[in-house]
């Protein structure tokens, strides 16, 4: 499976992608308490330490490893903190694994059977785990396997409590609960040589695509973020952006990777005067910043697989891709998530009753573009001219999701080196919305099926976004929201998260330090000037002269990306849901 949310390689029915997103369509909220912990390293913003740091330091960036490649314990420490619900491995596989499971900790494991004086239930067993009796298992008349695997079935949830504490008091306190990392493979059997290999017992297998989500945000979160920093509210509104690869595994069976690439915090935007040197950050919504990390993540792919060498060319997420498009695509088997905390402002968070037909939902006000205007949320046709053209407006994030459900992700400046990256899964965190608005805020804005012929330029179309409702990561008490005036952002490759100023829209000045006038911060290493410079470095490295020449942002988005994004607009206007004209003068800066 490629960027787009569709079945691709390894997406086969013995997979386990294809049952975990078919459920995908029909959110099922999962409530839980998260409190995740942990570390982050990060490598500075050139590309070719970022290459070789990403996996060198011994902190390295938060993963979720079903072989444990990332480092041991994130994943594993968020799911013991905060008790999730894990789920069973294959009935018929319990004891099995039960038994790897000892032998791989150099416990002993035994199966005490005794008789019951229920008539109905004869048979009871309990499994002693290094003398550690684990609740019994009671059955019928079956065989004594069955009941193995009931008695190991019944003591998963018990061992998964305990035996962190009992593996600690071996590893002198450190402990480790490797089943949720380190998978555990079958020895070679020549007694049942035709049965299928089992499932590796790992990550994966336990806790949930939306559980791993959530771990990795907040553990990466809490790693950059410590609990006694001022910024630590700001987790109530984080989103990200996570990576996940797909590599092979032992005896075929293929593991999942989950790396936090991009990570953003906010919830409001600018509401001040629009200035024109492409130095202000608008729009500082959590899922919007994360998503503008995420280019900046991208950009500094591109440099390391043109300058990182053979290493940078096996560590990027990208690879060169040959004929007359984009020069890079992603790699096969690497897929992009999305996390957010709160519902998207905009249409996905106003609308509470189904409509009866889908035209009356394309016509209802709630459904219209909306955007941010001087503190207020409102529908774009109510926006004056005269506040449009001269302060900062900005999309509500439910309509910017629509646009990437359609564009992709990576925007105008990417699109030179890039073909359209499409978010696989969104995994909303938030307990208080509507599923169904949310699909259909993203994927029925506005109805490409009612077009006539090509409405859009190739290869852009509609992807399928697959929603999950996840554990939400912010502390379950109450904390005072100081930050609600300030956002965060943090990629791939930086050594610290930047905090933006959400009413300058740029870094938060330090009044001791700083030497801009009227106290303004330097600009955010997310705002349009440095993608321009960004982009110009990239197109350095590749010899583009064409695009070297472009002078201006503006110029430098033209393409078929703009084309796409004209249409697209054009197609809103046309049934009824608003427009939303682009500012050309706030694109005309040289950077």
């Excluded at 509507?434 to 290869?459: E, F, K, N, W």
């Excluded at 008490?477 to 990629?491: A, F, R």
Aim: glycine share 10%.
């Amino acid at each position: 499976m490629a960027s787009p949310a569709a079945p691709g390689p390894g997406a086969d029915d013995s997979g386990r992608r294809r049952p975990r997103l078919a459920a995908s369509l029909q959110i099922n909220p999962r409530p839980s308490p998260w409190r995740p912990s942990g570390s982050l390293g990060q490598d500075p913003w050139e590309p070719a330490v970022a290459a070789g740091a990403e996996n060198d330091k011994g902190g390295g960036q938060p993963q979720a490893s079903a072989a444990g490649d990332g480092p041991a314990g994130d994943v594993p420490a968020a799911a013991g903190q905060l008790g999730l619900q894990l789920r069973d491995p294959p009935r018929g596989q319990a004891v099995a694994m039960l038994a790897q499971y000892a032998a791989s900790l150099g416990v002993s494991l035994m199966f005490r059977e005794d008789q019951t004086a229920d008539p109905c239930f004869p048979f009871s067993m309990c499994a002693e785990l290094d003398g550690l009796l684990c609740p019994t298992g009671n059955a019928s008349s079956k065989p004594e396997a069955r009941q193995q695997a009931v008695a190991a079935v019944s003591t998963l949830h018990y061992i998964r409590s305990q035996l962190g504490s009992l593996e600690g008091q071996r590893t002198g306190g450190q402990a480790l609960v490797s089943m949720a990392t380190h998978p555990i493979s079958l020895p070679e059997s020549s007694e049942t040589p035709s049965k299928p290999p089992l499932a590796p017992l790992s990550v994966e297998n336990i806790l949930t695509h939306e559980q791993r989500c959530a771990a990795v945000v907040s553990a990466g979160f809490d790693r950059l973020v410590d609990k006694t920093s001022p910024y630590r509210a700001c987790k109530g509104t984080v989103a990200a952006v996570i990576l996940e690869r797909e590599v092979p595994g032992a005896k075929g069976h293929a593991k999942e990777i989950y790396e936090l690439v991009a990570l953003g915090t906010g919830s409001s935007s600018c509401a001040g005067w629009l200035e024109f040197s492409g130095r202000q950050l608008h729009d500082c919504h959590g899922l919007v910043v994360a998503r503008r990390a995420l280019l900046r993540f991208l950009f500094r792919q591109l440099l390391l697989v043109t300058q990182g060498g053979a290493k940078g060319k096996e560590r990027s997420v990208l690879a060169p891709q040959p004929g007359p498009g984009p020069p890079f695509a992603l790699k096969p088997r690497i897929f992009l998530h999305l996390y957010v905390s709160n519902t998207p402002t905009g249409a996905a968070h106003d609308i509470y009753l189904p409509p009866s037909t889908e035209g009356s939902l394309l016509h209802s006000p709630p459904s219209r573009l909306q955007a941010h205007v001087r503190g207020e949320l409102k529908p774009v046709c109510y926006v004056a001219p005269s506040l449009r053209d001269t302060h900062v407006g900005c999309l509500s994030t439910s309509d910017k999701l629509a646009r990437w459900a359609v564009l992709g992700l990576g925007g105008g400046l990417l699109a030179h080196f890039l073909p359209p990256l499409y978010a696989t899964s969104l995994v909303l965190a938030d307990p208080c919305h509507d599923p169904p608005t949310l699909s259909r805020a993203i994927h029925t804005r506005p109805s490409l099926d009612r077009v006539l012929g090509p409405c859009l330029p190739p290869p852009y179309a509609r992807t399928t976004l697959h929603l999950f409702a996840g554990p939400p990561v912010a502390p379950l008490d109450p904390i005072p929201n100081t930050c609600h005036s300030l956002s965060l952002n943090w990629s791939l490759g930086d050594t610290d998260v930047e905090v933006v100023d959400v009413a300058t829209g740029r870094v938060k000045a330090e009044p001791s330090v700083s030497i801009f006038s009227a106290g303004l911060g330097p600009p955010s290493r997310l705002c349009k000037a440095a993608f321009l410079r960004a982009f110009r470095q990239v197109a350095g490295v590749l010899g583009k002269s064409r695009l070297l020449a472009l002078k201006t942002y503006e110029a430098a988005k033209a393409g078929p990306y703009q084309d796409a994004r004209r249409q697209l607009s054009l197609l809103l206007d046309q049934q009824g849901l608003g427009a939303w004209s682009s500012k050309p003068l706030v694109g005309k800066f040289r950077g």
